[in-house]
């Protein structure tokens, strides 16, 4: 691990002003993954800006009937309150489906969602990575790609996005809410937030330098059949290799969003006017375009299958 400075900020705009004083500083809260990508030097961070101090660890209600959800609310907590659990179950789901118990109670909404991928190409400095080092080339293309991406890709980059958290999010239409260093307040809507590779994938998302989270809003709930169901290869402490949130109404009628197949959450809103078609329609429409490889071709069939036993499942 290389050296760096470190601070604790006491208000948000302290830690948006530190930030746009040092250009490669980042925010830290829990931790779970930054630290890791320091010790392996994929991050080399000059400064860190401790966050946990800015008050953003709570959930409240909003004058439309949605909730407001503190970017530094941990995983654990935000899985058991009982709005969520009760109004957006889809996303108690999901949550409770990532990582340990351990990793959970340290991790925030925030770090979630910015959380980088898990490509083993990207985690191995020894190999090119674009995402690591912009220009370097792609080893996953062409190599084991068993775990990676299916649609959404380009010639740059295959990876996936790791968060189950974020794949409910889409589903909810969750909005993000920042503060940028000059004071600006902005919204970002969740299907924004995350970008695709296209020839720059190691800009993941739509933040802007120094660019601080302070919550993600979900909207009224929307009711509905609330369904989140992960395939990996081990039952606990495992990314996904398709992972589905869905959202059925009783008419069959709902959303539906995919993790463990694209860069980002993957959702496309005009494939969910075949739900009431069933699974394979669906996942026609949600996959259009898709350019798997020889290694991870069978995650089209785990979509539709995996798919198929949601649908059962929120429609019994």
């Not at 980088?116 to 790609?145: E, H, L, M, W």
Request: aromatic share 4%.
């Amino acid at each position: 691990m290389k050296a760096f400075s470190y601070e604790q900020a006491t208000s948000p705009e302290q830690a948006v002003a530190a930030a746009a004083r040092q250009p490669n500083a980042r925010f830290i809260a829990g931790g779970t993954n930054l630290l890791d990508l320091m010790k392996l030097e994929i991050e080399t961070p000059a400064h860190l800006i401790d966050v946990n101090g800015l008050g953003f660890d709570k959930i409240e209600a909003t004058p439309d009937g949605g909730l407001r959800i503190g970017a530094l609310v941990r995983n654990t907590d935000l899985a058991a309150d009982a709005r969520v659990r009760r109004d957006y179950g889809v996303l108690s789901r999901a949550l409770l489906a990532g990582a340990s118990a351990q990793l959970r109670n340290k991790a925030t909404t925030a770090g979630n969602l910015l959380q980088r991928t898990r490509c083993p190409y990207f985690y191995d400095t020894n190999q090119a990575c674009n995402k690591r080092q912009p220009g370097s080339g792609c080893s996953a293309i062409g190599g084991v790609s068993r775990q990676l991406a299916v649609v959404g890709t380009s010639e740059a980059c295959i990876a996936t996005h790791p968060s189950d958290m974020a794949v409910a999010l889409r589903a909810l239409d969750a909005t993000v809410e920042t503060l940028r260093p000059g004071g600006q307040r902005r919204t970002i809507p969740i299907e924004d937030f995350h970008r695709l590779p296209g020839a720059t994938p190691h800009i993941e998302t739509a933040l802007q330098p120094g660019e601080l989270i302070a919550s993600v809003r979900l909207p009224a709930p929307v009711g509905g059949k609330h369904v989140y169901q992960k395939v990996r290869d081990r039952a606990s402490y495992a990314f996904a290799l398709v992972s589905v949130a869905a959202i059925v109404q009783r008419d069959g009628t709902g959303r539906v969003a995919l993790g463990g197949v694209a860069p980002k959450p993957w959702r496309i809103s005009s494939a969910e006017a075949q739900l009431p078609r069933g699974a394979s329609a669906v996942t026609s429409a949600l996959l259009a375009g898709a350019k798997p490889t020889e290694h991870n071709a069978f995650k089209v069939t785990l979509v539709e299958r995996t798919l198929d036993a949601v649908l059962t499942e929120a429609r019994s």
